[in-house]
């Protein structure tokens, strides 16, 4: 009978926030419902942008290109027209949206691959290939090749290397730049950042601020609770429904992150495993719980709900600037020490999982970051509630 | 006569901002809202708390219900301090002002199942309790209305209900009848007079001197933050009636005609 009054309280608080069809609604749904539209508009814009007419037929120039290419290429059955040219005539053409790739092989490819010794420790055997990302023709032809060439390696136990000395992006012959895969790649992480931002805005004002400006703060304070209890009972409410707000915004990415990427051209694919997608939900909570927190703590210093949202507006464009910063990075950061950043981790971490390059030490900080981010600021809340100008400033 | 309440120096000051300095025409910087304010109040007995708009009545009642800390001094609930043991003296008051509002978005049911889980009261207990103040405020037919559409007076006597939840010792009201009809306002008033005849200890603040006199046992007079008396209704007023000794106190005091 004697439950805790944090219990009493928690209960009273769901009660509450669920009670409130406003509140379910623009702290947990819109989020899911925001990103949905914005990815599928995003998704029929792009997927307009970047499709390639189904007989289509790939113009692939090749350097010293060996007997057994000619064969690869002809066995897949994949309808590429491959043109044997020189070094600078090749280039150009891929430059000039002319051609759609470039291959150059080692010369006498074939017997150096055959008389390659791996364990010589001595350069293999190469094979370089240039694309031209502007143009999703040769995206297509670029990753259509490169799986061929993976298949074809694996067959012969890696005897030679494919663009092994070279940061991919040099293998970009677009002048250009590659707008098309930068502006989503740097959208998705930002767009979610956003939306959970604003799920958390929705109720942490309302709920705190909100409850001292309507003076229903003070009747709580006025039962024998611990002052504690309730700050803890209003973050750990918050968090549930943040945590829901993340949950929704992880389903609706599920739903709609396929229509994005509807090309694996521009260097997505959308087949990520179950860790991965683990690993994306963790970090949308992880994320909610500092927003949660931190905008508890600024509903705290606040009067009223307007005041908590002026004082919180400002943030938007911290979360604008993290989000967006893999876009100046040009993908996720790898130094480890940038994932104790909280929130600018997140934006990273995400960037990392949905392009591929990913850590999981990275990974593994940003969640624990930001868990002890949201602990300190909680700490911090149970503190605030024991002041009396905190809670009670009339 | 057992003493219930025991208010020694209670001082407490306020930062005002500039702002408000302005507002309020003021050349300081800081209130002293409650100024050295003592006083005793025996078990049974009703207090009266009487003053001017501002002079500090409901400063020194939040500081009783441990809302906020005196800057110094202190006050004994019962035995208990509000500085030392403030969660115990919470647990043996009542508290009853119009700053504190109940959450419209519930239903008085719910309200009151929520106070009485918080005060830890048994189910049964809290379920008896809640049948008879329900049925004595007419709150029964409104149980499971929303209180955002419950009618102001009806608001105030539920208001009321809440802050009797956990059949407290003590219970401090502020300006209980302040807003209120006549009617609504006269079974407020008879519910307090029933509440003292059940031996509870009340701490009113008015600004009614019929209360005073119908129901106060004691009072104190607090003028800008000090109590300037403080006795009996006898004792305070010296035979003559009520009203003319309060003015005539209030006159000596400040220095003004009033
Ligand atoms: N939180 C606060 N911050 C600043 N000043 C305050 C605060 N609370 C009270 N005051 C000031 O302290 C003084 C005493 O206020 P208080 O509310 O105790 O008066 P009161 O006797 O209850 O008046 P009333 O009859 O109008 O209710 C006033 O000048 C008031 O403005
Ligand atoms: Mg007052």
Known sequence: ?394 | MQEILSVSNLTKTFKVSKKQQKLRNLNKSVITAANDVSFTSYKGEVFGLLGPNGAGKTTVMRMLATLINPDSGDAMVGGKSIVQNSREVRSSIGFLTNELKLDDFFTPNYTFDFFAEMHRIPKQTAKQRKQELFGKFGIDKFAEVKISNLSQGMRQKFSLVTSIVHNPDMIIFDEPTNGLDVITAKVVTDFLIELKKEGKSIILSTHIFELVEKLCDRIGIIIDGRMVACGTVDEVSGGRPFEEAFFDIYSKTTGEVV
């Open chain 1, 1 to 394: 009978m004697n439950r805790s009054s944090l219990f009493v309280l928690i209960k009273k608080e769901l009660t509450r926030l669920f009670g409130d069809r406003r509140l379910v609604f623009s702290g947990i749904l819109l989020q899911g419902l925001l990103l949905y539209v914005m990815y599928s508009v995003m998704g029929n814009f792009m997927g307009d942008m970047i499709s390639v007419d189904e007989d289509y037929t790939y113009k692939v120039y090749a350097v010293n290109a060996p007997q057994s290419f000619s064969m690869l290429i002809s066995e897949s059955g994949m309808p590429i027209e491959l043109t044997e040219s020189d070094a600078a005539t090749a280039r150009q053409n891929v430059a000039d949206n002319k051609a759609d790739l470039f291959i150059m092989f080692s010369s006498d490819f074939d017997s150096q691959v055959a008389g390659y010794d791996i364990a010589s420790g001595s350069q293999a055997p190469q094979i370089q290939i240039w694309h031209n990302a502007s143009r999703i023709e040769s995206l297509e032809a670029d990753s259509m090749v490169k799986n061929l060439f993976r298949e074809f390696e694996r067959s012969m136990v890696k005897k030679f290397d494919i663009n092994a000395d070279l940061d991919p992006q040099e293998y970009d012959l677009n002048t250009g730049m590659d707008f098309a895969s930068s502006f989503t790649m740097s959208l998705i992480p930002m767009l979610i950042i956003m939306v959970m931002y604003q799920g958390c805005m929705a109720i942490a004002p309302e709920s705190i601020a909100g409850e001292k400006e309507r003076g229903t703060l003070g009747t709580i304070l006025v039962t024998p609770a611990k002052r504690s209890n309730i700050a803890l009972a209003k973050i750990l409410s918050i968090s549930v429904f943040g945590i829901l707000g993340a949950v929704v915004t992880f389903g609706s990415m599920m739903l709609s992150l396929p229509k994005m990427f509807v090309s694996e051209a521009d260097g997505f694919t959308f087949d990520y495993s179950v860790s991965e997608y683990l690993c994306i939900l963790l970090l949308t909570i992880s994320t909610v719980l500092v927003f949660v927190a931190l905008l508890s703590v600024l509903s705290a210093y606040a009067k009223s709900t307007k005041e908590a949202t002026t004082h919180a507006s400002p943030l938007i464009i911290v979360g604008m600037v993290c989000g967006m910063s893999s876009m100046i990075t040009g993908g996720a950061v790898s130094e480890f020490y940038y994932y104790f950043i909280p929130i600018f981790n997140s934006a990273h971490s995400l960037t990392g999982i949905f392009t591929g390059d990913a850590s999981t030490l990275n990974i593994a900080i940003t969640a624990l970051t930001n868990t002890a981010v949201a602990l300190i600021f909680t700490a911090v809340l149970t503190k605030m509630f024991s002041s009396e100008r905190i809670v009670f400033d009339k």
